[in-house]
Structure formats: C-alpha cells, structure tokens
C-alpha cells in the first residue's frame, strides 16, 4: 500500500529558480491523483521518477495559470505513452471553456482515455476507485475547488481473539465478507467478536481561498493536509484581497480541524529561502503537529494509521 504526497511544484503566480509552477501527485493505492499541473508538470514528474502511467485522475482547483497550464502537456503525455486505463478529470464546471481548451491546446495524436467530471455546487462526491474524491467550493476571485480524498472505515482484525476461536486461514476472509463464521468447534463467530472500528485514512488539498467553510469542511480531521500558504502575516491584507492564506491562517484551520500532518505549499515568490522557516513558525503558533514546508519534488508519506 502505497499512500505518499510527490510535491512537484510549489511555487504561486510565478516559478523562481528553485520553485516550479504547482504541481502534486498522490499516490494512493494504485490511485494517482494529479493536482493542478501548472508549466512543467511533465518534466517534473520525470525528475520525480513518476510516469503519465501512474496518473488516474486530474483534479483542477481553478483556472489560473499556475493550476493548469501543464493541462495540454499532461494531456498530451497519456495519450503519447499509450496510457490505457480511463483518467478522470475534475475541475469546476464554471471554468469548462478553459478546460477544453487545455484539453485541445494543440494538434496531437488523442486517445478517449480521459473522461470529464465538472464539479459544482456546494459539495460533489465522486467514486475514485478504493476512495472517495470530494470537492467543495473555497473562496478565490475565480470559481475555485479543494478536494479530499477519504478511505471508507473498515475494521481491524485481532489475531489473539481469532486464534481463541480457532478461525483460521481462508475462514478469516469468510468472516470478514459475510460478518459471521461457523468455528471447528461448530459456533458461530460474529465479526465484532474478533474485529475493531478502524477509521479510514484522509488526505485534504487545499489551493489558492481564503478561509471559508469550505477549508474547514475539507481539512476536517485529515491525516494529510496539503494547503497553500501564499504570505506570510505582515501580507495578511494583501491576502485578504487577492483570496489568499497565510501561513498562520494555514495553520489555524489545521488546528482546528485536528489534522496530523501539515504539508504548506505555493509560495510567493517574494519571499526569498532566509524567510522561509517564518512560514514555519507562522503556522506553528496554532498548529502543534507536524509542519512540512513543501519542496519540490519531496516525498510526504501520508502518516501511518493511529491504531
Ligand atoms: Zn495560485
Ligand atoms: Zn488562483
């Protein structure tokens, strides 16, 4: 099982020498959420050791640059490298015309590989494979998404209780599917005898908003949270202004919303590397927990289950 965040690009409206436009993997499962590819995406993900193979869905937050001009090169890519499984799309439906013109930016070779699934309204859930994929509206001058990516609950096996009942080997998958056994001894063995609730893993993606419900309702107890931080507190009205969070903003909804463990990313391009553990600090003065200042390419496990 294979749960981790590849950072590929953390820089806002403009790229620096060591920041490239935005750009993150999640690999969950098999699944491969690839959140807004902003220019360079592609060659990114080679430096990142990730191929167009790995990429199940796209999910767009919005239609400002910095999300989405690695769209066509994307594109283009699955179609290139004969990408054979369907790649879900999501973005918000009010940016549609951006989307197909992403998706059409120049003449290649097209495969039907890549299915579209606009978002709208105040919230969309959507089937991705061994997760949900939820989509909730954020505050920014353009129609703007986050995305969170849940694990339905399940529950924990205890081998002790099992052993005791004597259920072994392929009786252990019967339990599991049909909640209850018959033991060698001609009992019947429930599930909840030899099982606990174990809650499903989370992870949150939270690009350019102010602070709204919809960050709140999105990073709501996450294991993993990916959110932008913009600028620092002295910026706070400019921020404000232009749809923005701070780092201590960042930080504040972590808090609040319990999550384990805080990945900031999308930086301005004002601040230079002296200025970038105030964004640590920042964020630190309400989150607790562990902090990330994202990187490219950085690998960030999504944290081991609490058991
Ligand atoms: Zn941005
Ligand atoms: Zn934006």
Redesign the pocket.
């Known amino acids: 099982m294979l749960r981790e965040l590849v950072v590929l690009g953390t820089a806002s409206a403009v790229p620096t020498r060591r920041r490239n436009h935005n750009g993150y993997l999640l690999r969950w499962d098999g699944e491969g959420f690839l959140f807004d590819p902003g220019e360079g995406t592609q060659r990114q993900m080679l430096h990142a050791g990730v191929s167009a193979h790995d990429i199940t869905w796209i999910c767009v937050t ?1 239609f ?1 640059g ?2 989405c001009l690695g769209v066509p090169g994307v594109v283009q890519r699955i179609a290139r490298d004969r990408v054979g499984h369907q790649v879900q799309a999501a973005y918000p439906a009010a940016g549609q015309t951006y989307w197909e013109r992403l998706r059409h930016a120049s003449a290649f070779a097209d495969t039907s590989v890549i299915k579209t699934r606009p978002v709208s309204g105040e919230v969309a859930h959507l089937p991705a494979g061994p997760v949900t994929l939820t989509a909730r509206p954020l505050s ?1 001058p ?1 129609a ?1 998404y986050g995305y969170r990516v849940d694990e339905p609950a399940g529950r924990r096996m205890l081998p002790a209780e099992l052993a005791r009942r004597g259920v072994t080997g392929p009786m252990v998958g019967e339990l599991q599917r049909n909640g209850t056994v018959t033991a060698p001894d001609g009992s019947t063995v429930h599930l909840a005898d030899c099982s606990v609730p174990r809650p499903g893993q989370s992870a949150a993606f939270v ?2 908003t102010r602070l709204c419900d919809g960050v709140y309702a999105l990073a709501e107890g996450v294991d993993l949270l990916v959110i932008e931080s913009t600028f620092l507190s002295a910026e706070a009205a400019l921020a404000t202004e232009y ?1 923005h969070l701070t780092a201590a903003q960042a930080g504040k909804a972590a808090a609040e919303c319990g999550v384990r463990r805080l990945v900031l990313a999308h930086f301005s391009e004002r601040y230079s590397a002296d200025d970038e553990p105030r964004f640590l600090d920042e964020a630190g003065e309400a989150f607790g927990g562990e902090i990330v200042l994202a990187r490219d390419l950085m690998r960030v496990p999504v944290p081991k289950r609490q058991s």
Do not use: A, E, Y
């Open positions: 919005h400002h910095d999300h920014h353009v703007s690009m350019d749809g």
